[in-house]
C-alpha cells in the first residue's frame, strides 16, 4: 500500500497548436481525497480522462494503482478501468437504457460478468436507494431533471466500489440545497469505501468542504496545493483571488479580453 | 502556389489516415465478432449471463432496427423503380423493334445481377448508414462512448458489432424482397401500359447460378461495408450538434460511394472471371 | 399492431403535411412585393449557390463516372454474345441519361448537400439562432429557407448536366478497356440513337428531385428538437424523406411525359 493510488510526472498534452497541460505533476495517496479547481479551460477535465486512460498525453509517465497507462492498448486498460468510477460532467448517462440498466451496467460489463443477476439486482437497488432515486428504476434517462442525471451518474461511478472515483463538476448547474445534498451524499460514500477521490469543481466553498486538499491548475500546470479548509487564505496571491472572486490581483482570467472588459466596467 | 500544395498535401495526408483508421475498424469489428463467438461458446453455463443475454438482446434490437423498419422503405423505393425501369426499356424497344417477348428475362438477369442488391444497398446506405452515424455520433459527442470505456468495454464490441452482424443479415434478406418488388412491379407495368403477357414476362429460364452468385457476394460485400463506414463516420465525431451533423452526411456520402465502388469492382471481376458470358 | 401501423401513418402525415406547408411559405416568399423589404438575400443566395455546387462537383464527377462505367458492365454480356458493339452506347447512353445518371446524381446531391444543409439548419435551430433571427423581426424561411431552395434545384440542375456527359465518358472507358470498342463506334451509337429529348428528360425531372431534396432537407432542419441527438436523426430523417421522393417522383414524371 506504498504506492500512491495515482502519479503523474511531467505530462504534456495539447490538441493541435493549443496546448492545454504543460508538465503537469502530481500524487495522490490512496484513500485521499483531492479537489481539482482552475479557470475554465485550464485542462482540469483532460487530467481526468489522461488518469483514466481516455486520452493519451504527448509526453510524460502516469501510474494509476502502480501501473503505467501511458501507451497500453485499449483492450489492456479494462481491468483497471473498472477499479475506477466516473462522473462525467455532462453524465454521459446511456440514452437507450434506463435508470435501473444504466446503474448496472459497471456490473454487467465487469469483473469478467461473474456476478449473478440477483446479486446485481440487489447491489443496484442499494445503491438507487442510498442516492435517492428509488422509485425512478424503469425511467428513462431522458426523462429525469439535472440534479437525478448527476445522482444517476454518481451511482453508476459508485456501484462497482471503485477504488478511485473521479468526479467532474459533481455540482454544476445545481441549485445550492441539491448541491449540498449531493456533496453529502459524496462524503457518506467515501466514508464507507474509503475510496481515493479526485474531484473537480467551480463551486470551491462547496468542494473545499469535501475534500482534504485542493490544487489550483492555472497556465497549464499546477500552482498550488494546500489543505482545504485553509484555502481561502492560501499563501499565493493567484489562488487567494481566485477563491474570493476578487478583481484586483495578478489573475490573468480570460486573457486580453477580460481585461478590456475591466476597464469599461471602470 | 505553396500554399496550395501545403493545402493538397494536408488533404491526402488526412484522406491516408482516414483510410487507416477505416481500415482499423474493419479489423477491430472481425475481430469482435470473433471474440463473440468463442466468448459464446467458453461461457456457457456460468457467469457472464448477464452480459451475455444483453448481447444478444441489443443483437435482435439491431436487426429489427435495420431489417424490419427498413422494408417499407424497400419496398415503395425499389417498387417505384422497377416500374420506371421497365417503362423506359419498353418505350425505348417499341421505339426500334416494338418485339417486348425478352423484357422480362433480361430485367430479371439485370436485377439479380446488378440492381437488386445495388439499389437495394444505395437505399440502405441511406436509411441505415445515416442513422447508424447519427446514433454513434451523438454517443461520442455526449462522452456515453468513453463512460463504455471506462466499464472496460470496447465501443467497437458492443456498438459496431452487433449492428454489423444485423446488417450483413439483413441485406440479403432485404436485397431478396427489393429484387423480388422490382421484377412484380416491371411485371405490372408491363402487362398494363404495354399489354405484354405475364407469362412471357416472368420468365425464369435465363438465370444462372453464376447469378446467384454474384449477387449474394454482392450482398455480403455491401452489409460489410454500411456499417463499417457509418460507424467509422461516428466514432470520429467531435465538438456537439454540428459534429454529429457532419459525422450522419460523412456516412452517407462515404457509405453510398463504397457501394458504388464496390458495385464497379464486383461487376468488372465477374466480367472478368467469366470472359463476358455473363 | 394495428395501432402502431396507424401512428406510423400519422407521423407520416404529419410530415408531409409540415413540408407541403413549408413549400407553400417558400412559393410565396418567392412572390415578390413591393415594400416588404428585400426579395431574397442576394448575398445568403450567392454563398449557397457557391457552397452546394462547388463543393458537390468532385463527388457528382466520381459517381457519374462509375455510374456510366457500370451500365456499361451491364451491356458487356450482349456485346460479347451478340457482338452487337454498334448498340453498346445506345444501350448504356439510354439508361444513363434517363434514369441512372439523374437517379444516382439527386441520391449523392441529397447526402452530400441535403444532409450537410439540415445538419447546419438544425443546428442552427437547437441553438435558437432561429429564434435570435425572429427576436430580430427577420422572417427565417425567406431569409434561411429560400435562398437554399433556390441554390439546390440550380446547383442539382447544373449537377445533372455536368454528370450525364461524365456520365458518358465513363461508359466509353470502360467500353474501351474491357468490350474493346472504339471511342468513334461508341460515339455514332449515342448520336445516331438517341435524341436530344433523352437527354432533357433527365435534366427536367432534376428540377423536380432538387425541389424534393431542398423541402425536406429544410423542413427537417427547421423543425429538429433536442440537441446533438435530435440533429442526427433529422439529418437520417431528412435523407430518408429525400430518397422517398426521388424514387416517387421519378415514377410520376416517367409516366406524365412518356
Same mark, same amino acid.
Given at each position: 500500500?506504498?504506492?500512491?493510488?495515482?502519479?503523474?510526472?511531467?505530462?504534456?498534452?495539447?490538441?493541435?497548436?493549443?496546448?492545454?497541460?504543460?508538465?503537469?505533476?502530481?500524487?495522490?495517496?490512496?484513500?485521499?481525497?483531492?479537489?481539482?479547481?482552475?479557470?475554465?479551460?485550464?485542462?482540469?477535465?483532460?487530467?481526468?480522462?489522461?488518469?483514466?486512460?481516455?486520452?493519451?498525453?504527448?509526453?510524460?509517465?502516469?501510474?494509476?494503482?502502480?501501473?503505467?497507462?501511458?501507451?497500453?492498448?485499449?483492450?489492456?486498460?479494462?481491468?483497471?478501468?473498472?477499479?475506477?468510477?466516473?462522473?462525467?460532467?455532462?453524465?454521459?448517462?446511456?440514452?437507450?437504457?434506463?435508470?435501473?440498466?444504466?446503474?448496472?451496467?459497471?456490473?454487467?460489463?465487469?469483473?469478467?460478468?461473474?456476478?449473478?443477476?440477483?446479486?446485481?439486482?440487489?447491489?443496484?437497488?442499494?445503491?438507487?436507494?442510498?442516492?435517492?432515486?428509488?422509485?425512478?428504476?424503469?425511467?428513462?434517462?431522458?426523462?429525469?431533471?439535472?440534479?437525478?442525471?448527476?445522482?444517476?451518474?454518481?451511482?453508476?461511478?459508485?456501484?462497482?466500489?471503485?477504488?478511485?472515483?473521479?468526479?467532474?463538476?459533481?455540482?454544476? #448547474?445545481?441549485?445550492?440545497?441539491?448541491?449540498?445534498?449531493?456533496?453529502?451524499?459524496?462524503?457518506?460514500?467515501?466514508?464507507?469505501? #474509503?475510496?481515493?477521490?479526485?474531484?473537480?469543481?467551480?463551486?470551491?466553498?462547496?468542494?473545499?468542504?469535501?475534500?482534504?486538499?485542493?490544487?489550483?491548475?492555472?497556465?497549464?500546470?499546477?500552482?498550488?496545493?494546500?489543505?482545504?479548509?485553509?484555502?481561502?487564505?492560501?499563501?499565493?496571491?493567484?489562488?487567494?483571488?481566485?477563491?474570493?472572486?476578487?478583481?484586483?490581483?495578478?489573475?490573468?482570467?480570460?486573457?486580453?479580453?477580460?481585461?478590456?472588459?475591466?476597464?469599461?466596467?471602470? | 502556389?505553396?500554399?496550395?500544395?501545403?493545402?493538397?498535401?494536408?488533404?491526402?495526408?488526412?484522406?491516408?489516415?482516414?483510410?487507416?483508421?477505416?481500415?482499423?475498424?474493419?479489423?477491430?469489428?472481425?475481430?469482435?465478432?470473433?471474440?463473440?463467438?468463442?466468448?459464446?461458446?467458453?461461457?456457457?453455463?456460468?457467469?457472464?449471463?448477464?452480459?451475455?443475454?444483453?448481447?444478444?438482446?441489443?443483437?435482435?434490437?439491431?436487426?429489427?432496427?435495420?431489417?424490419?423498419?427498413?422494408?417499407?422503405?424497400?419496398?415503395?423505393?425499389?417498387?417505384?423503380?422497377?416500374?420506371?425501369?421497365?417503362?423506359?426499356?419498353?418505350?425505348?424497344?417499341?421505339?426500334?423493334?416494338?418485339?417486348?417477348?425478352?423484357?422480362?428475362?433480361?430485367?430479371?438477369?439485370?436485377?439479380?445481377?446488378?440492381?437488386?442488391?445495388?439499389?437495394?444497398?444505395?437505399?440502405?446506405?441511406?436509411?441505415?448508414?445515416?442513422?447508424?452515424?447519427?446514433?454513434?455520433?451523438?454517443?461520442?459527442?455526449?462522452?456515453?462512448?468513453?463512460?463504455?470505456?471506462?466499464?472496460?468495454?470496447?465501443?467497437?464490441?458492443?456498438?459496431?458489432?452487433?449492428?454489423?452482424?444485423?446488417?450483413?443479415?439483413?441485406?440479403?434478406?432485404?436485397?431478396?424482397?427489393?429484387?423480388?418488388?422490382?421484377?412484380?412491379?416491371?411485371?405490372?407495368?408491363?402487362?398494363?401500359?404495354?399489354?405484354?403477357?405475364?407469362?412471357?414476362?416472368?420468365?425464369?429460364?435465363?438465370?444462372?447460378?453464376?447469378?446467384?452468385?454474384?449477387?449474394?457476394?454482392?450482398?455480403?460485400?455491401?452489409?460489410?461495408?454500411?456499417?463499417?463506414?457509418?460507424?467509422?463516420?461516428?466514432?470520429?465525431?467531435?465538438?456537439?450538434?454540428?459534429?454529429?451533423?457532419?459525422?450522419?452526411?460523412?456516412?452517407?456520402?462515404?457509405?453510398?460511394?463504397?457501394?458504388?465502388?464496390?458495385?464497379?469492382?464486383?461487376?468488372?471481376?465477374?466480367?472478368?472471371?467469366?470472359?463476358?458470358?455473363? | 399492431?394495428?395501432?402502431?401501423?396507424?401512428?406510423?401513418?400519422?407521423?407520416?402525415?404529419?410530415?408531409?403535411?409540415?413540408?407541403?406547408?413549408?413549400?407553400?411559405?417558400?412559393?410565396?416568399?418567392?412572390?415578390?412585393?413591393?415594400?416588404?423589404?428585400?426579395?431574397?438575400?442576394?448575398?445568403?443566395?450567392?454563398?449557397?449557390?457557391?457552397?452546394? #455546387?462547388?463543393?458537390?462537383?468532385?463527388?457528382?464527377?466520381?459517381?457519374?463516372?462509375?455510374?456510366?462505367?457500370?451500365?456499361?458492365?451491364?451491356?458487356?454480356?450482349?456485346?460479347?454474345?451478340?457482338?452487337?458493339?454498334?448498340?453498346?452506347?445506345? #444501350?448504356?447512353?439510354?439508361?444513363?441519361?434517363?434514369?441512372?445518371?439523374?437517379?444516382?446524381?439527386?441520391?449523392?446531391?441529397?447526402?452530400?448537400?441535403?444532409?450537410?444543409?439540415?445538419?447546419?439548419?438544425?443546428?442552427?435551430?437547437?441553438?435558437?439562432?432561429?429564434?435570435?433571427?425572429?427576436?430580430?423581426?427577420?422572417?427565417?424561411?425567406?431569409?434561411?429557407?429560400?435562398?437554399?431552395?433556390?441554390?439546390?434545384?440550380?446547383?442539382?440542375?447544373?449537377?445533372?448536366?455536368?454528370?450525364?456527359?461524365?456520365?458518358?465518358?465513363?461508359?466509353?472507358?470502360?467500353?474501351?478497356?474491357?468490350?474493346?470498342?472504339?471511342?468513334?463506334?461508341?460515339?455514332?451509337?449515342?448520336?445516331?440513337?438517341?435524341?436530344?429529348?433523352?437527354?432533357?428528360?433527365?435534366?427536367?425531372?432534376?428540377?423536380?428531385?432538387?425541389?424534393?431534396?431542398?423541402?425536406?432537407?429544410?423542413?427537417?432542419?427547421?423543425?429538429?428538437?433536442?440537441?446533438?441527438?435530435?440533429?442526427?436523426?433529422?439529418?437520417?430523417?431528412?435523407?430518408?424523406?429525400?430518397?422517398?421522393?426521388?424514387?416517387?417522383?421519378?415514377?410520376?414524371?416517367?409516366?406524365?411525359?412518356?
Amino acid at each position: 500500500m506504498t504506492e500512491p493510488a495515482i502519479r503523474i510526472s511531467e505530462v504534456h498534452k495539447a490538441y493541435g497548436s493549443r496546448r492545454v497541460l504543460d508538465g503537469i505533476s502530481l500524487d495522490l495517496a490512496r484513500g485521499t481525497k483531492l479537489g481539482l479547481i482552475g479557470p475554465a479551460a485550464s485542462g482540469k477535465s483532460v487530467l481526468c480522462k489522461l488518469v483514466c486512460g481516455l486520452e493519451q498525453p504527448d509526453r510524460g509517465e502516469i501510474e494509476v494503482f502502480g501501473e503505467r497507462i501511458v501507451g497500453k492498448r485499449e483492450v489492456d486498460l479494462g481491468p483497471l478501468r473498472r477499479r475506477i468510477g466516473m462522473l462525467f460532467q455532462n453524465y454521459a448517462l446511456f440514452d437507450f437504457l434506463t435508470v435501473e440498466q444504466n446503474v448496472a451496467f459497471p456490473l454487467e460489463q465487469g469483473a469478467a460478468g461473474t456476478l449473478s443477476a440477483e446479486t446485481i439486482a440487489e447491489r443496484v437497488a442499494a445503491r438507487l436507494r442510498a442516492v435517492g432515486l428509488a422509485g425512478s428504476e424503469a425511467k428513462l434517462t431522458a426523462e429525469l431533471s439535472g440534479g437525478m442525471k448527476k445522482r444517476v451518474g454518481i451511482a453508476r461511478a459508485t456501484v462497482a466500489d471503485a477504488e478511485l472515483v473521479i468526479y467532474d463538476e459533481p455540482s454544476a #448547474g445545481l441549485d445550492p440545497v441539491t448541491t449540498q445534498k449531493i456533496y453529502d451524499l459524496l462524503s457518506a460514500d467515501q466514508a464507507r469505501t #474509503g475510496a481515493t477521490v479526485l474531484a473537480i469543481s467551480s463551486d470551491v466553498a462547496a468542494l473545499a468542504g469535501f475534500v482534504d486538499e485542493i490544487a489550483f491548475l492555472y497556465d497549464h500546470r499546477v500552482v498550488y496545493r494546500g489543505p482545504a479548509a485553509t484555502i481561502a487564505d492560501a499563501p499565493n496571491a493567484l489562488v487567494r483571488q481566485f477563491v474570493r472572486g476578487d478583481l484586483e490581483g495578478p489573475l490573468d482570467q480570460a486573457g486580453p479580453g477580460m481585461a478590456s472588459l475591466d476597464r469599461s466596467i471602470k | 502556389m505553396s500554399n496550395r500544395i501545403e493545402a493538397l498535401g494536408s488533404a491526402a495526408l488526412s484522406l491516408v489516415r482516414a483510410g487507416v483508421e477505416l481500415w482499423r475498424v474493419y479489423v477491430s469489428t472481425i475481430a469482435g465478432v470473433m471474440r463473440g463467438f468463442s466468448r459464446r461458446k467458453d461461457r456457457r453455463g456460468h457467469g457472464g449471463r448477464a452480459r451475455q443475454s444483453r448481447a444478444q438482446s441489443e443483437l435482435v434490437r439491431q436487426l429489427h432496427a435495420i431489417g424490419n423498419k427498413s422494408i417499407v422503405f424497400i419496398v415503395i423505393t425499389l417498387g417505384a423503380l422497377g416500374m420506371v425501369m421497365t417503362y423506359q426499356a419498353c418505350l425505348q424497344l417499341g421505339r426500334v423493334t416494338g418485339d417486348y417477348s425478352q423484357v422480362g428475362s433480361q430485367l430479371l438477369r439485370l436485377i439479380i445481377s446488378d440492381f437488386g442488391p445495388t439499389l437495394t444497398a444505395m437505399m440502405l446506405a441511406t436509411r441505415v448508414g445515416a442513422g447508424i452515424a447519427a446514433e454513434i455520433g451523438s454517443m461520442k459527442v455526449t462522452e456515453q462512448i468513453d463512460a463504455l470505456r471506462m466499464s472496460g468495454v470496447l465501443p467497437i464490441d458492443y456498438l459496431i458489432v452487433p449492428r454489423f452482424i444485423a446488417c450483413l443479415v439483413m441485406m440479403l434478406m432485404l436485397a431478396v424482397l427489393g429484387s423480388a418488388v422490382m421484377y412484380a412491379a416491371g411485371g405490372l407495368t408491363a402487362k398494363y401500359s404495354f399489354g405484354v403477357n405475364p407469362n412471357t414476362f416472368f420468365d425464369l429460364s435465363f438465370i444462372r447460378p453464376r447469378h446467384l452468385v454474384l449477387f449474394v457476394v454482392k450482398c455480403l460485400a455491401y452489409g460489410a461495408a454500411i456499417p463499417i463506414v457509418a460507424g467509422f463516420c461516428g466514432l470520429r465525431a467531435r465538438g456537439s450538434s454540428e459534429g454529429v451533423g457532419w459525422a450522419t452526411t460523412a456516412a452517407v456520402i462515404g457509405s453510398s460511394f463504397a457501394v458504388i465502388v464496390l458495385d464497379f469492382i464486383l461487376s468488372a471481376s465477374a466480367l472478368w472471371l467469366t470472359g463476358g458470358d455473363l | 399492431m394495428i395501432s402502431g401501423i396507424g401512428a406510423a401513418a400519422l407521423r407520416i402525415a404529419q410530415e408531409v403535411g409540415g413540408i407541403v406547408l413549408l413549400t407553400g411559405q417558400v412559393l410565396r416568399a418567392l412572390v415578390p412585393r413591393p415594400g416588404a423589404g428585400a426579395w431574397i438575400d442576394g448575398r445568403e443566395l450567392w454563398k449557397n449557390l457557391y457552397k452546394m #455546387g462547388n463543393r458537390s462537383v468532385p463527388i457528382v464527377v466520381l459517381t457519374a463516372f462509375f455510374a456510366g462505367a457500370l451500365m456499361m458492365l451491364q451491356a458487356g454480356p450482349f456485346v460479347k454474345k451478340f457482338g452487337a458493339t454498334g448498340l453498346a452506347g445506345w #444501350g448504356a447512353g439510354y439508361a444513363v441519361l434517363r434514369e441512372i445518371g439523374p437517379i444516382l446524381i439527386a441520391l449523392m446531391f441529397s447526402g452530400r448537400v441535403g444532409a450537410n444543409n439540415t445538419a447546419e439548419l438544425s443546428t442552427m435551430t437547437v441553438t435558437e439562432q432561429l429564434d435570435g433571427l425572429r427576436a430580430l423581426a427577420i422572417d427565417p424561411v425567406r431569409f434561411l429557407v429560400v435562398p437554399r431552395v433556390i441554390a439546390m434545384v440550380a446547383m442539382l440542375v447544373a449537377l445533372t448536366v455536368i454528370g450525364d456527359l461524365v456520365a458518358l465518358v465513363g461508359a466509353a472507358v470502360v467500353g474501351k478497356a474491357m468490350l474493346e470498342i472504339d471511342f468513334s463506334t461508341m460515339y455514332y451509337s449515342i448520336v445516331d440513337n438517341l435524341k436530344p429529348y433523352d437527354f432533357l428528360h433527365g435534366v427536367y425531372k432534376s428540377i423536380a428531385f432538387g425541389f424534393a431534396i431542398a423541402m425536406s432537407s429544410c423542413y427537417f432542419g427547421v423543425t429538429v428538437r433536442g440537441g446533438a441527438v435530435g440533429v442526427g436523426k433529422a439529418v437520417n430523417a431528412a435523407v430518408v424523406a429525400s430518397a422517398v421522393s426521388i424514387m416517387l417522383l421519378d415514377f410520376f414524371l416517367t409516366y406524365l411525359s412518356a
